[in-house]
């Protein structure tokens, strides 16, 4: 999120965008990542169990990602329109779930949404909070198609280090001291 923690609204579906899959795009995205026949051979996926040509479910995801990171960079324009400084997003420490619901065929258009479900601050990095999110893809029917539960980490804009950290912190650049602290 390009907003700072401590306004990062939870409970807000963030619209990413849409994209709408073609049949070459699945083919050729199979046969570069994932090259099983059904998504690579359209003739031969007419008798998987799917009936036909599907998306590889990380086709999906990496469509979404995408949309996702697009989006959240976006943001940092909308914020400054509307007068504020943009936030800082940082990495993410993982994806603690991940679902294909249905799969994905040439001509769906998938629609994706974040939403952060809860936050906290970071136990173990000073500074920053955790957004916990849920990614979703819906086809053009409304049918749920991916999900997965992400984290991501997110500055706070008011933070103080303690003294205790400014101490420590300082205390290990010196030479002796720094290798007796990190240990």
Known sequence: ????????????PFDLGA??????????FGKLYDPQYFHTDPEAAKHSHFGGLVASGWHTVSVGHRKMVDRLFAEEDVVRAEG??????GPSPGVNRMDFHAPVRPGDTVRFTLTVTSKRPSNSIPGWGLLFNLLEGHNQASQLVYSADIVGFSKLRDYKMPI????????????????????
Request: aromatic share 6%; hydrophobic share 45%.
């Open 19 to 28: 994209h709408t899959f073609t049949a070459e795009e699945i083919v050729r």
């Open 84 to 89: 504020g400084e943009p936030g800082v997003s």
């Open 1 to 12: 999120m390009t907003r700072w923690f401590e306004e990062v609204a939870l409970d807000t």
């Open 164 to 183: 205790r950290l400014k101490a420590l912190a300082a205390l290990s650049q010196l030479p002796g001291i720094g290798r007796l602290i990190r240990r």
